[in-house]
């Protein structure tokens, strides 16, 4: 019994592992991922570890997203996005959504957003109509996943990170010197003033409403906060749960033995107790005890 438990116990692991080990290659289902040089972001747990995303940092590249994947596979370019979208409107995923890029020139911005690059150039409206579109399903697949909101709030953000979530250009980054300048501490001013928000935000609120399929990332259900322990308290947790369930199905079988008229003790105690049995009982007894079986030797044939 307990040797089964144990190998049952073994099974259930084994599947419930690589359910809760292996996170997915992208988190956008509509992204390739192109990794960034680890040198370039900083391994976190987001989300999970309390730090709260709330922020979509938009810049632009000054370049095509090939010169922009190049730069931050570059272990010298100290300088990541979680994504960069192309102008035929391929979206690249470079730094895991759990992880903080370095985009925004402000940590704090940096720990609570997800930056998205683009292709194309400040100072030159080359943006296309296939990258606005690719990026508006992106964002609202991760207003959705993150409980943003839906909204480009206008001028500088927030000192706070924590005091106002939504869209915003780096352009409206706070400095973390001087707070009153925007574009982080490197006072960029990208995505520019070519960058059609109003037609972008539009985009967005009309792709959030296919997203529904995408629940929010802090709301998966019951089973996952099961699936995040570790493989071996998930384990410890299933033997408890199977040996608490062998005691009780050990539990019931002897009460239905105990209770049954073809138990051991069928005519005192429990007749006595259910009226039931004992008419059963009364009934049997018409053939009891069943009749004497002759040998085969004795029946004649071969006598
Ligand atoms: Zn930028």
Redesign the pocket.
Known sequence: MIGALVALCILLVAFATPLSKAPPVVDYPGAQWAPADSSNYTVSDREEDGLRIRWI?I??IEGTEASCINWFQDPAAEASSHYVVGYDGTVYQMVAEKDIAW?AGNWDYNQHSIGI?HAGFADTNYFTDAEYRASAKLVAFLMRRYNMTLVRPSGIAPVNPGDGSGVIG?DQVPDPRDPQLGGGAGH?Y?PGRHWNWTYYMSLVNEYYDETQEFPPKTDRGLLDPLLSLPPILVAALIFVLLILVGVIAFSIRAVLRAGHPLGKDTTSTRSQLDPRLKAECACRSADWPPQTVVPWSQTGLFR
């Open positions: 940092v810049h632009d985009h690059e780096h960029h990208d």
